[in-house]
């Protein structure tokens, strides 16, 4: 089979673009070959476009060799498997060892810096130290040269360029220096920012300039004088920072000018290299001139400032059961994730074989044989796993039976749907001077809202809005028993309060103890002028009335209780208000269900009834069906791709005439339009 493959390797390469172009490449290549002459051929450029062809086919025939030999090898499960271990074993083991050692490198570097600015620290305390005796000397009228002289012999010790200076604030001069100053160095006067305090720090002349540590005191009496004690950062600094911390120095930036710090005796010494960043003082001026420290650590200096061994031979032994430590961890952590390796081979090799007979018997499953079992020894996962498919395929059946079962509920769902969306206003009514609209939405197949109109006489008219606690099939069913009750009440009782009173009545006795009833009833009366209304725990009615230019929103709120709660009834009749309200041409009323300004988008923001309020103010809306399609519109645009969580249901009002008129002044009537019902 190979030998065919061989000799069949040609005719296959010719089948694809790259092979004939890495065959027309090598053809060409060989044709040019006799005109080859000392190594140049007459026609290079197509010398050039002959190997530009041979490494494109080459380069398109190992990638695909590489991919065919990828999904040879990664075919099988257990190859798969054991390239994740490795993968999840080894690779996160040697990433956690590099971020490790990059962790710990970092800090022993950081930990470096903040030891020597510690010791800079302590040269600053030093020289203030001096300062301060210095001023008390002279503030127990001791002569100048007297009071720093013995000071600074002391300090010349430890730091041999140590220096003094005594200006005489009263005499504008200085009475006394001690030391050595290099040329331009010395101060002639405290400069203006540091007058009148004391200070102690790094400080830069400027530019170029090395650094120093200053130490100024002011003393008061006999005289006003100002102490300024001076320490250059030299070689003697330097020595002491690194016989205290093991680190060595060399200045970057700032410290660059200073010939005993030259950042060349750093280049071919072995550690790391770290900078510790300080943040000098301008002498002449106050202001921050940010320099740095060039330091090595050696591995040395790191272990004796962090195990101890500086301290005595007491810590060695520390620093020895450390390492010990790490070595029989280092040790143990690799004899673990060898154990683990052999483990992970042999759970592939069980979890493989498992998994041949689960693919055997789901491909007999996926042709359609139900009858097919599948064989799986083992009681881990994988069993159960086997149990399942054979549970499953012994019960497709039932879910086919399940499946019908479901579809014929969907059905009849739909037909609920329908049955209750008829129950809902239809038919055309007409009452001259009134605009009316109305829209419900089902957050399921069937829902509880529900609204109403009860027609009371030529210009009169009752307008009700429900909402039944609860959605789906039980609140659909209280919904019709509140139809056929409101049916009943609506021609009886005129007055909203009354009619709420005997509707809770009849509900207290029909509801379970939990479900409610949420109700607003008005009635508008085009004669009188007037729209009377009452609310059992339903959402506000919203009035919108003209009020000079603009249109202002209303939001009537009156005191009631829910209906249907059993129990409460003399609660409910104490409650329950019922108010009046004097109505205009142009005024439009709102009556809704919480579903409208609960109505929330994808970041679970609500619609609120302010964004129902700005739309009912607007005045382009010249007739209720405009304002009614832009309010579904808004809603439905804010809402966006969420899901709806609640039923929605909207009655809009518009008085269009008030008062008494005949049968010819008759400019507009009230339509109920079903058709935003869906």
Excluded at 33 to 41: D, I, K, S, V, W
Aim: aromatic share 6%.
């Amino acid at each position: 089979m190979a030998r065919d493959r061989l000799r069949a390797f040609p005719s296959t390469l010719a089948r694809s673009w790259p092979g004939r172009l890495l065959l027309a490449g090598a053809a060409l290549k060989l044709l040019l070959f006799p005109f080859t002459t000392g190594g140049e051929t007459v026609l290079a450029w197509l010398d050039v476009c002959a190997s530009l062809a041979v490494a494109i086919g080459l380069g398109h025939l190992l990638l695909r060799s590489v991919a065919r030999l990828r999904r040879r090898l990664l075919w099988r499960v257990r190859r798969k498997l054991i390239l994740s271990y490795v993968f999840i074993g080894f690779v996160p083991v040697l990433l956690v060892v590099a971020f490790f050692t990059v962790a710990g490198a970092i800090s022993m570097l950081s930990a470096s810096s903040e030891i020597v600015r510690r010791e800079l620290d302590r040269v600053v305390a030093d020289a203030r130290v001096a300062a301060t005796a210095i001023g008390a000397r002279l503030s127990s009228g001791m002569e100048a040269s007297a009071g720093i002289e013995p000071l600074l012999a002391t300090m010349r010790s430890e730091y041999p360029g140590v220096s003094a200076l005594v200006f005489d604030e009263s005499a504008g001069s200085i009475a006394a220096d001690i030391g050595s100053w290099s040329n331009g160095l010395r101060p002639d006067r405290a400069p203006q920012w540091i007058r009148g305090q004391e200070f102690a720090g790094l400080v830069t002349l400027g530019p170029g300039w090395p650094l120093r540590i200053r130490s100024v005191v002011r003393v008061e009496r006999p005289s006003v004088r100002t102490v300024v004690v001076d320490v250059p950062l030299d070689a003697a600094v330097r020595d002491r920072v690194e016989a205290a911390t093991g680190v060595e120095l060399a200045p970057l930036g700032a410290l660059a000018a200073d010939d005993a710090l030259d950042p060349s005796r750093l280049a071919s010494t072995e550690g790391l290299v770290w900078v510790v960043f300080l943040e000098p003082v301008v002498w002449a001026t106050g202001a921050i001139d940010p320099g740095n420290l060039l330091i090595r650590v050696p591995m040395a200096a790191f272990f004796d400032q962090f195990l101890g061994t500086r301290v005595g031979t007491e810590e060695l032994s520390v620093r020895f059961f450390f390492l010990v430590l790490l070595a029989v961890l280092g040790v143990l952590f690799l004899v673990i994730e060898l154990a683990a390796f052999v483990m992970g081979l042999v759970l592939a090799r069980s979890i493989t074989g498992s998994i041949h007979a689960l693919s055997v018997g789901t491909d007999r499953i996926r042709r359609g044989d139900f009858t097919q079992r599948i064989s799986v020894v083992s009681g881990d996962q994988l069993g159960d796993l086997a149990e399942s498919f054979n549970a499953m395929t012994a019960s497709v059946e039932g879910l086919l039976h399940q499946a019908a079962e479901k579809k014929r509920l969907e059905n009849e769902l739909r037909l609920a749907r329908q049955i209750q969306m008829s129950l809902l206003p239809r038919d055309p009514t007409s009452v001259p001077g009134l605009s009316v609209t109305a829209v419900c939405r089902p957050a399921r197949e069937v829902g509880g809202d529900y609204y109403d109109f009860v027609r009371l006489g030529e210009r009169r008219l009752g307008l009700l809005v429900a909402d039944v606690s609860g959605k789906g099939t039980s609140a659909a069913l209280y919904m019709a028993e509140l139809k056929g009750l409101m049916l009943s009440l609506g021609q009886t009782h005129e007055s909203p309060r009354q009619l709420l009173i005997e509707a809770n009545r009849f509900l207290a006795g029909a509801l379970d103890s939990a479900s409610f009833i949420t109700m607003l009833y008005a009635v508008v009366d085009l004669d009188a002028g007037t729209l009377t209304y009452a609310r059992a725990g339903h959402t506000p009615l919203m009035y919108a009335s003209r009020n000079g230019a603009r249109r202002v929103v209303r939001v009537l709120a009156p005191d009631g209780l829910v209906l249907g709660l059993r129990g409460f009834e003399r609660q409910f009749t104490e409650l329950l208000e019922e108010h009046h309200l004097a109505v205009r041409p142009g005024d439009v009323a709102v009556l809704f269900t919480d579903g409208v300004t609960e109505a929330m988008n994808e970041k679970d923001e609500m619609f609120g009834e302010a964004r129902l309020a700005r739309l009912l103010e607007d005045d382009e809306a010249a007739t209720s069906e405009t304002l009614h399609e832009r309010i579904v519109r808004d809603v439905d645009a804010f809402v966006g791709t969420a899901d709806q969580h609640d039923d929605m249901t909207m009655v809009l009002l518009r008085v269009d005439e008030v008062g008494s008129t005949g049968a010819s002044h008759r400019p507009g009537a009230f339509t109920v339009e079903p058709g935003a019902q869906s």
